[in-house]
């Protein structure tokens, strides 16, 4: 059974970078059928998608992102990372890491439980 | 990109009742790259529907989903309890692929 799991610190300072891991059990990230990427939902608000990553490695942000976001795989490990740079309280929100099928995020038919970020000084 | 709107915000129902929430594109969307989820508290959300009215594994035939172009709509044809959520549509159509902001569906 496909399991995935954040991890990473729940608190950041303003400016500093967000970085998030990603580990997969019951799948392989180099599988050719899927992409595997972030969600974010800020408290209280709705979905937004950050990004993917393919099994060659391709990646695809948002554009309301794209300057500052990164996602990169450890393929050894079957995990996946996020980094979010120069961070803001606007940032402050769960970020689910998730599989998927299309470059663009959807559908995602499985996600973690979620990681709160807090961005705070 | 492609803006979707959920209405209404928040749906009052009784259990066995009919739900019909909606989801509006502001460009044409495939119905084939339209998503329906639903999120519970403190949950991720879960897949219902994909492509062309796919119905996620697991997920009861009491979900369904219709529409083309601009207009969607989720159906949940006779309420339980544990449908008592908040619902996303999402399309993939384009990139980025967008959410909508969401129908809570709450006890009335």
């Known amino acids: 059974q496909l399991q995935l799991q954040e991890s990473g610190p729940g608190l950041v300072k303003p400016s500093e970078t967000l970085s998030l891991t990603c580990s997969v059990s019951?799948?392989?990230?180099?599988?050719?059928?899927?992409?595997w990427g972030w969600i974010r939902q800020p408290p209280g608000k709705g979905l937004e998608w950050i990004g993917t990553?393919?099994?060659?490695?391709?990646?695809y942000y948002n554009p309301s992102l794209k300057s500052r976001v990164s996602i990169s795989k450890d393929t050894s490990k079957n995990q996946f990372s996020l980094r979010l740079t120069s961070v803001t309280a606007a940032d402050t929100a769960v970020y689910y890491c998730?599989?998927?099928?299309?470059?663009?995020?959807?559908?995602?038919?499985?996600w973690g439980h979620g990681a709160l970020v807090t961005v705070s000084s | 990109e492609i803006v979707l709107t959920q209405s209404p915000a928040t749906l009052s129902l009784s259990p066995g009742e009919r739900g019909t929430l909606s989801c509006r594109a502001s460009q044409n969307v495939s119905s084939s790259y339209l998503a329906w989820y639903q999120q519970k508290p403190g949950q991720a959300p879960r897949l219902l529907i994909y492509g062309a009215s796919r119905r996620a594994s697991g997920v009861p035939d009491r979900f369904s989903d219709s529409g083309s172009g601009t207009d969607f709509t989720l159906t949940i044809s006779r309420l339980e309890p544990e449908d008592f959520a908040v619902y996303y549509c999402?399309?993939?159509?384009?990139?980025?692929?967008?959410f909508g902001q969401g129908t809570k569906v709450e006890i009335k």
């Open positions: 990553i393919n099994y060659s490695g391709s990646t």
């Open positions: 998730a599989r998927d099928y299309y470059y663009n995020g959807g559908p995602i038919d499985s």
């Open positions: 019951g799948a392989s990230i180099s599988s050719s059928t899927y992409y």
């Open positions: 999402q399309q993939y159509a384009g990139s980025p692929g967008t």
